[in-house]
C-alpha cells in the first residue's frame, strides 16, 4: 500500500471545464506538496500547505489541506491546454529530507 | 541561473552492463537528492547527499546500485549488472541546506534491453 494515493489517475477534459484531484493517506503529515511535471521533465513545485484547513490559491490553481492533515485536493478552474501534465502530492519524512510521493495523476486538456 | 543539469538525457545499455549518471546541481547547492520514476509512477527516493558524504541512502535498491559526491557539487550514480528492471527516469535534485525547496533536472532516461 502507497503512503500517498493520489486519484484519478487520469483525467481527460475539455478546455475551460474544471477539475479536481485528491490525494488521500491514513498518516498525519506536518506538511504536503503539490508538484508538476510535464513530459521529459523534472517536477516542478506548486505549492506547500502547513495547516490543517489550510487553502491556498496560486492563479486558477487552488489547494486544500484536510482538517486531519491526513489528505489535500488540487482544484483547477478553467483548465487550459497549458495545465497538462502530471500532478504529484509528496510529503517529507518526518526524520529525513527525502520527499515521499504519490502515484501521480495525469490530467490531459483538449483545446 | 543555470538549473539542475543531468547527462546524458538518454543512455540505452545491455543488459549486465555498467552505467555512470551524472548530475550538475545547482552551483552552492549543499544537499542532493537522486530518484527514480518507473513509468507511470512517481518518483522514489534512492539517496541524498549532504556535502560530500551520503546522509541516507536508505532508498537504493541492493548493492548493485552506488553514487558518489567527491567534492560535492557533481555526482554520479552508478549501476552495476544493469538488469532490465532497472529501467527507468533517473531524477536529480539539489537545494540550498536541509529542508528547503528541491530543484529537479530534466531525468536521464535508461532503458536496458
Known amino acids: 500500500t502507497q503512503l500517498l494515493e493520489q486519484s484519478p489517475q487520469f483525467l481527460s477534459i475539455q478546455e475551460g471545464e474544471n477539475l479536481t484531484v485528491y490525494c488521500n493517506s491514513s498518516?498525519?503529515?506536518?506538511?504536503l506538496q503539490w508538484y508538476r511535471q510535464e513530459p521529459g521533465e523534472g517536477p516542478v513545485l506548486l505549492v506547500t500547505?502547513?495547516?490543517?484547513?489550510e487553502v491556498k490559491k496560486l492563479k486558477r490553481l487552488t489547494f486544500q489541506f484536510g482538517d486531519a492533515r491526513k489528505d489535500s485536493s488540487l482544484h483547477i478552474t478553467a483548465a487550459q491546454p497549458g495545465d497538462t501534465g502530471l500532478y504529484l502530492c509528496?510529503?517529507?519524512?518526518?526524520?529525513?529530507?527525502?520527499?515521499?510521493f504519490g502515484g501521480g495523476t495525469r490530467v490531459l486538456v483538449k483545446p | 541561473g543555470a538549473g539542475v543539469s543531468q547527462t546524458p538525457s538518454n543512455k540505452v545499455t545491455e543488459k549486465g552492463k555498467y552505467v555512470e549518471l551524472r548530475c550538475d546541481p545547482i552551483?552552492?547547492?549543499?544537499?542532493l537528492y537522486w530518484y527514480r520514476q518507473s513509468l507511470g509512477q512517481g518518483p522514489e527516493f534512492l539517496i541524498y547527499?549532504?556535502?560530500?558524504?551520503?546522509?541516507?541512502d536508505s532508498g537504493l535498491p541492493n548493492d548493485r546500485f552506488f553514487a558518489v559526491r567527491p567534492e560535492g557539487s557533481v555526482s554520479t550514480l552508478k549501476i552495476q549488472r544493469t538488469e532490465r528492471g532497472d529501467s527507468a527516469v533517473y531524477l536529480c535534485?539539489?537545494?540550498?541546506?536541509?529542508?528547503?525547496?528541491?530543484?529537479f533536472g530534466p531525468g536521464t532516461r535508461l532503458t536496458v534491453l
Open positions: 500547505v502547513v495547516t490543517g484547513g
Open positions: 498518516s498525519v503529515f506536518s506538511s
Open positions: 509528496a510529503v517529507r519524512k518526518a526524520a529525513g529530507n527525502k520527499l515521499t
Open positions: 552551483s552552492g547547492h549543499t544537499a
Open positions: 535534485a539539489s537545494s540550498q541546506g536541509h529542508f528547503n525547496e528541491q530543484f
Open positions: 547527499f549532504q556535502g560530500t558524504g551520503a546522509a541516507d
